[in-house]
């Protein structure tokens, strides 16, 4: 794990200057390990569970590089860092709708 002790700043200082493909696989490896951490150890309170938040955040980062979505879980700090990370990135958001996945204007 990029950060061991599931601390999310600490994952973002560490994939900058990568490119958003790289940010985006590294993210979806960092989740993964995450979610074993959290499955290992789990407790009868997962909704305190650091790994779990952690993850949470992770799978935040991912939509927010791929389709620019905000998620609840995200802090304006946490919205920050990733808006930076993107930006530094140089990738446009990909859009559902203007992907031709889904158009429903016509």
Request: glycine fraction near 8%; aromatic fraction near 8%; hydrophobic fraction near 30%.
């Amino acid at each position: 794990m990029i950060s061991a002790d599931c601390d999310f700043e600490r994952f973002v200082g560490e994939i900058r200057g990568k490119d958003c493909y790289e940010m985006i696989l590294l993210a979806e490896k960092e989740a993964t390990e995450a979610w074993r951490r959290g499955y290992n150890h789990r407790s009868n309170d997962d909704e305190n569970d650091p790994s779990r938040r952690y993850q949470e955040k992770l799978i935040g980062l991912i939509d927010y590089m791929r389709h620019g979505l905000k998620p609840s879980i995200f802090s304006d700090q946490d919205l920050q860092l990733c808006s930076q990370l993107h930006n530094e990135s140089g990738q446009p958001h990909t859009s559902v709708a203007t992907d031709g996945y889904l158009n429903l204007t016509g």
